[in-house]
């Protein structure tokens, strides 16, 4: 069973239709990039598969919980590593928020920074605990927006080698890039999306 299908999703903002008749299926521990040029659609397809946005019409179905990191990070720069974390999963109502945290602090390496404000970290630290934040409550499905945009080289592999981790254990990840070295590299499937339908 998919952890995401999505079924003629349409999203029409104002009389611009940005996501048109869009289908898909998401499945346990699958890598999928979706590519495509500025205002294709592709942030808003991800944003209604991760509930923020109520599709004009269509519907997607999800199976469990859906992790969502958007390109720009809601993290809150005065807050340390561990209080971001903390109130993202209180936020999120998961069982055991003190556990949750310190197991993603654990696995996302980020000891030594747990009491570092967010806001003094490096790029690669910083989107660490933006993706360490949308996989807090172990969702069925990541979904990620431009995930390694603002980052070097060094500090993507390092990023990639955390999101395989999850993938191995049965995530399912769904992550939009204009890297397109990045996109037919990493990935078990490529969609391509151009003004608002996959092609």
Known sequence: MPVITAIDLVYD???RRAVDGVSLALERGELVALIGPNGAGKTTLLSMLAGVLAPTTGAAVTHGRVGWVPQIGAVYSRLSVAENLRFFARLEAVPDA???VAAMIEQMELGERRAEPV???SGG???????G???????AALLLDEPTAALDPLQRERLWGFIHRFVATGT???FSTHDMEEAG???DRV???VDGRLV
């Open 13 to 15: 903002y104002g009389a």
């Open 191 to 193: 969609l391509e999306m």
């Open 185 to 187: 590299q990493r990935p």
């Open 133 to 139: 934040i949308g996989l807090l409550g172990a969702p």
């Open 119 to 121: 806001g003094r970290l």
């Open 98 to 100: 003190e556990a949750a």
């Open 172 to 174: 399912a990840v769904l």
């Open 125 to 131: 630290n910083r989107q660490r605990v933006n993706v």
